[in-house]
């Protein structure tokens, strides 16, 4: 069975376990191409297990269809860059050395960075250049598992400006994983709750609702800090 | 005593594969077992020579079988690697030790250079040239799975089949090496190289290249010291390698207090 022509992701009861724990129960939903969708919940909730079972690393019950000719670009939430001697042109050139320049662009980077060592980037160059990364194939899809962890609000504000303008301007479609509420509300269409299986599936503005937010996480209490700072 | 371009030969060919194989050990954090892992070859010569067959084909099964069994830690346990690693192949040492004949036991222990024949010389440079080719195409897999392992994998790399290709790689290495540094030596061979080249590079290409010329440095330095100081050649290529290091990191305390 295909997806809908207007959907480029459809998962239905998806179950993932991890030793003898079920980590995600009956997660279904539906992402229509070119929008943004963003993945919220509690720590352990499953996101980061989600992203894996859509990028086919965890064994999973269920069903998860991609539209076809699928690209997808992933950006994880951990890298470790300390310990390697290795310069941002080497690499992005693992994965494509002919569109290195082009990417560069593409995330608001200068040639300056190629031959930097990875390892002394500011938080915010490294998240452009793992977006660079994901984005250097010239992927239909990308998924961001928190992208903007370790980067200051300026920077933070810049990259999410800059999904934005990629899903307006090439595209993408856009899954990412975020606790902040300012992001999920201004830069995404939809957002999937997660807490051990699927909260709401809902409009994103969704998640200003004190109802919702108490669902989620409780209180609510760690992300009202940043909910109006803009 | 005269210098045998066979022992310069397999200096070269040892030091260049150790070194640049060395060079993701050193990043994978790996470094006690690969240091560990050469003392498993001790049993391996120790049987060739009890039972008249080459010991370096017993080394490097033995070699062979310990890289399964790392391979197969690193992958099912949450235990320490190195801890299990460092205890078992001890073991191997001391099993080696009491069963090698005591007129070899410096020989394997510590290297000998004075019995190298062409056919050794050959068996290295087809042994490095190979380790060096293959290492080269798994190399930047190798790299991407130290940044992110989902990184990685979801660029369609095998990790888990990587390392163990790898580490197959290392057992033919160390088991061509013992030649020169010896079994309990030969790990410095795939670790000191690779971290004095870390000390004086900010790039990958620049890494793995000085890795694999003081792999060279070391080991044939430590060959000619020991023809002309008759000395066993495995402690000479480690002086010459820690030399190195030392200058390394003398050369890199000076540019950064030159840059304060």
Known sequence: MQVHENNILEVSHLHVAAQDQMILKDVSFKVKRGTTLAIVGPNGAGKTVLFRALLNLVPYTGEIKWAENIRIGYVPQKLSVTDVPITVNEFLSFKNPVNVKKCLGMVGLDESVLHKALEVLSGGQLQRVLIAWAVIDEPNVLLFDEPTTGVDLDSEEAIYEMLNTLEKEHGITVLLISHDIHVIRDYSEHMLALKNGVICFAESEEITKPSVLHAIYGTGTALKRRKDRK | ?260
């Open chain 2, 1 to 260: 005593m005269e210098v045998s371009v066979f022992s310069v030969v397999i200096g070269v060919f040892v030091g260049l594969s150790a070194g640049y194989l060395g060079s993701l050990m050193v990043l994978k954090r790996m470094a006690l077992v690969g240091d560990a892992l050469s003392h498993v070859a001790l049993p391996g010569l120790a049987l060739g020579i009890l039972f008249n067959f080459n010991p370096f084909i017993g080394a490097f099964l033995f070699l062979f079988g310990s890289a399964l069994v790392v391979w197969h830690i690193e992958r099912v346990t949450r235990l320490s690697v190195e801890t299990i690693v460092g205890a078992m192949f001890t073991l191997a040492l001391a099993v080696g030790i009491l069963i090698i004949p005591q007129p070899d036991l410096l020989e394997a222990l510590f290297g000998d250079i004075t019995k190298v024949t062409l056919t050794d010389a050959i068996v290295a440079v087809a042994v490095g040239l190979f380790a060096v080719l293959l290492t080269k195409m798994i190399y930047n897999k190798m790299i991407l799975g130290m940044i992110s392992e989902e990184l990685a994998s979801s660029s369609g790399i095998n990790v888990a089949r990587t390392n163990l290709v790898y580490l197959l790689l290392v057992s033919l290495v160390v088991a061509i090496g013992i030649k020169i540094a010896g079994s309990l030596l030969v790990g410095f061979l795939v670790i000191v190289p690779a971290a004095t080249a870390k000390n004086v590079s900010s790039s990958l290409f620049r890494y793995a290249l000085l890795s694999s010329v003081f792999g060279v440095i070391s080991s044939v330095s430590g060959v000619l010291l020991s023809a002309y100081l008759e000395l066993p050649s495995g402690p000479l290529v480690v002086l010459s390698g820690i030399a190195l290091f030392l200058a390394a990191v003398l050369a890199k305390w000076f540019s950064s207090r030159r840059g304060q």
